[in-house]
């Protein structure tokens, strides 16, 4: 089954790319692609980086292992020191938490656990998949902010895979749109964040140029 046709996209380093599009249109298998989890395609990946954060719709944190242990593992296999898993625990407001396992979080807290330990690696690509999936709205909002601060804090070029609008307003500089599949890139915008008026434009442009819904 053809999923993807004539995909090429280019993420420029230190930039946000939100890939927005409907459920079922290739997202997922377009970020299975870039990570190198799917190698059953036509095509290349260019210069894959090599230390690679990621962030999947479930946090998929090691139930055996406390929190802190599971960034200690991810923080050693990059090379990273031991002392990088307590700054990003408290990075993401979990600090005092290292020492609980996952099914002590709370799903909200959970997400934070899973980006400390996506960023722990130092990260050249942060990838997030639906990061703010299955969140309540307030849950969802200060985890929108605490994202849009650390992306910019560090610089990290940073792939957004998403059927939100607001997330892809909130934090992308740029937003990649799919279609319905066999799917293929519709077009890239960029987005002029913090500018009320200028957002509001994109979110008709949006509208008018991909009429399909976001969701």
């Keep these: 089954m053809e999923a993807l046709r004539d995909l090429r996209l280019q993420f420029p380093p230190g930039s946000v790319t939100a890939v927005l599009g409907p459920s079922g249109c290739g997202k997922t298998t377009a970020l299975r692609i870039l990570l190198g989890l799917d190698t059953a395609f036509e095509g290349a990946v260019l210069h894959r980086p090599g230390r690679l954060g990621v962030v999947f719709q479930e946090p998929r944190l090691l139930p055996w292992r406390s929190i802190e242990a599971n960034l200690h593992l991810a923080a050693r296999a990059a090379g990273r020191p031991p002392e990088a898993a307590a700054h990003w625990l408290e990075r ?11 099914g002590e979080l709370s799903l909200g807290m959970a997400r934070r656990a899973a980006l400390a330990r996506a960023l722990v690696v130092d990260p050249e690509l942060l990838v997030l998949d639906e990061p703010l999936v299955s969140l309540d709205e307030a849950t969802a909002a200060r985890l929108r902010a605490l994202l849009g601060e650390l992306i910019a804090e560090r610089g990290i070029t940073t792939v957004l895979v998403t059927h939100q609008l607001e997330d892809a307003l909130a934090l992308a500089d740029r937003i990649a749109v799919f279609g319905r599949p066999p799917s293929s890139l519709r077009g890239v915008l960029e987005n002029p964040k913090g500018h009320a008026a200028s957002l509001a434009l994109l979110r008709a442009e949006l509208a008018r140029r991909f009429p399909e819904p976001a969701g």
Aim: aromatic letters at 18%.
């Design 92 to 102: 993401v407001g979990l600090g005092g938490w290292g020492a609980r396992f996952p």
